[in-house]
C-alpha cells in the first residue's frame, strides 16, 4: 500500500534482564491485512520503564522492546484497516487486552491476567495491530503524541478522584503524571491546585499549567500549607504522584473529612501506607488506587489537541543514545525524556 517500499529491518532497543538494554537490528515482521507499520517519531521514559530494567517491578519477562509513550506517522496499513491511512500522526496504546476474561468484560483491560503489549516504542519502526492505533487530532505533532499514554494514565485519576468544580486539589510530585493530573484537574474545574515538588523547574512548569500554589517540601511542609490555604479543613482530593515514603506519609494527611486520596504513581515495592485506622473511620476518608487506565487513552488523544503540554518534553535523545535517557529520567533530569529520532529529522 506504499509507494516506496518499507525498510525491511529496525533498530530497537531491547532489554534482556536486570541492568541488561542492547540496540539491535531487527528484521520488521510482516505486515498481514490488519497491521500498521508505524515509524516512531518519540517515545517516552517512564518511570515503568525504570523499574522493569531495575527489575524492582515485573510486568513481563525479557527479552522484550521496552517502551509504551508512542507517537509516530503511518507508514503503511494492511488490507483491512480503515481508521488510518499512511502519513498520519498517531499515538500507540501499546497493551492488548485479551477481551473474553472477567476483568475485560468488566471493562477493566488493565486488570486482564492474559493482557500483552506490543513491541514498540524504543525503535525505528514497528508493526501493531490496528486496534493500538490512534490518529491524532490535526495539527498535533507526531511527537506530542507520546504524551497520550501518560495523560490517559491522569485522565483516568481524575475520574477516580470523583473531583468537583470548585475543588481544592493537592499534588504530590510533579513530574509528567502529576503535571498531567494537574493540566486535567484544572480542566475538570478544580479551583485550587496545590502542587508540591523539591525541583524549581518542575515547580515552575506546575505553575506554567495552572498551579495556584506551589511548595518546595524541603522549605515547607505542603500539609501546613494546605491546612493554611483550607482554614485547617484539608484538601478535597489529594493525589499521591511520586511514589516515595514522605509523599505517601504526607499525602495521607491532605484530605479534608471526607475527601479523597488518589494513589497514581508507580510506588517501589516497599512503600506503605501507614494510616491509624481511627483516622479511615472517623475521616470518612476514600483511597483510591489509580492503575493505568480503562477507556480513557481516546480521550487522552483528544485533549493532545486543547492542551498545551510541550512545556513536559524537557529533553530528546536519539534512539542510539536511550541509555543516555534512561539516565537522565533516572536522575529525575526534567519531567519528560523522549527517545526518537533527533528534533527536525
Ligand atoms: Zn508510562
Ligand atoms: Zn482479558
Redo the contacts with the bound molecule.
Sequence with gaps: MTATPAPSRTLSAVWYGVGDLRLEERPVPALGPTGVLVEVRACGVCATDLHLLDGTIRFYDPPRVLGHEVGGVVRAIGASVRHVRPGDAVALDTSV?????????EGA?F?????TSVFAGFSERAVVPASVVFPLPPGVDAATGALAEPLSCALHAVERAALHPGDTVAILGAGAIGLLVLAVARLAGATRLIVSDPEPLRRTIAERLGATHTVDPVAQSPVDVVAQLTGGRGADCVFEAAGVQATVDEAVRLPRRGGTLVQVSVPGTGVTFALPAYDLFARELTIKGSFVRTTEFRRAVELLGVLDLVPLITERFPLGDVRAAFEAARGRRGVRVLVGPAAGS
Design positions: 487486552p485479551c477481551g473474553t476474561c472477567f476483568h475485560c468484560r483491560p486488570f486482564c491476567p492474559d493482557r
